[in-house]
C-alpha cells in the first residue's frame, strides 16, 4: 500500500493525516518536508528524506508526506500510489492551492480523495466542494473532518486518534465522536485503495 498526503498549501493537516493512516494501517512515512520534524517524533516509523534525496520504488507500505511547496518527486511518489490525498482547508485562501494541487496529481493518479480538515460549519464544506467540482468541472469524493482539539491531542501523544476514547473515562466521551470520524474516513481509504 501507498499513498500520497499532498497539498502545496502548508497547514491543511497533510502530516496529521500521514499519522493517522500510518498507525492505523500500520505504513512507515516518508517525510518528505525538510522542515518536518516526524523522523524526531516517530524514529522507528519515519524515513526522512532530504530535498535532493530519491523517492526508493522498492518501497512498499508507505505513506509519502509532502510538504507545502512544489516537489519534483511529487509525480514518481503519485504514479507509484494507490491513492492521492489531497486535505484543505474550506476556506479561499487554501482553495486556491488545493486546486493548484489538484492539477499537479491529476495525470498521474486519478484515484483521488479531497479531505476537508477543520471545518466549523456545513455550509463550508458545501460552499468548497462546489467551488471545486466547478473549477474543475468533475465531481470529486471528499471527506469532511470537523474542528476538533483531538486532532491536537492525538499529534501531541503520538497516537491514533481512534485509539484515544479506548483509554475510558472522560477521553471515552470526549473522544469517541471524532474517533468514528477517523473509522469511516479509514474505511473509505481502504475501500478506494481496492477499487
Do not use: C
Amino acid at each position: 500500500m501507498k499513498i500520497t498526503i499532498f497539498n502545496q498549501k502548508g497547514g491543511v493537516g497533510k502530516t496529521m493525516l500521514a499519522i493517522q493512516i500510518a498507525l492505523y494501517f500500520d505504513l512507515n512515512i516518508v517525510e518528505l518536508d525538510p522542515y518536518g520534524i516526524l523522523k524526531q517524533l516517530m524514529p522507528n516509523r519515519v524515513i526522512k528524506l532530504g530535498l535532493r534525496d530519491k523517492i526508493d520504488e522498492n518501497w512498499n507500505n508507505v505513506v509519502f508526506d509532502f510538504g507545502g511547496f512544489d516537489d519534483l518527486r511529487l509525480k514518481q511518489a503519485a504514479e507509484q500510489s494507490d491513492l492521492v490525498i489531497i486535505p484543505f482547508n474550506p476556506t479561499l485562501v487554501s482553495l486556491g492551492g488545493t486546486l493548484k494541487s489538484y492539477y499537479k496529481v491529476k495525470d498521474s493518479n486519478d484515484n483521488i480523495l479531497f479531505v476537508a480538515n477543520g471545518y466549523i460549519k456545513e455550509q463550508d464544506i458545501k460552499d468548497a466542494v462546489e467551488f471545486l467540482e466547478e473549477s474543475i468541472k468533475v465531481p470529486i469524493e471528499y471527506f469532511a473532518i470537523p474542528f476538533t482539539r483531538a486532532v491536537q491531542t492525538a499529534e501531541n501523544e503520538i497516537v491514533s486518534i481512534i485509539d484515544l476514547p479506548k483509554a475510558g473515562g472522560l477521553k471515552k466521551h470526549t473522544y469517541s465522536k471524532i474517533a468514528k470520524t477517523f473509522e469511516e474516513l479509514m474505511e473509505i481509504i481502504k475501500n478506494k485503495i481496492q477499487e
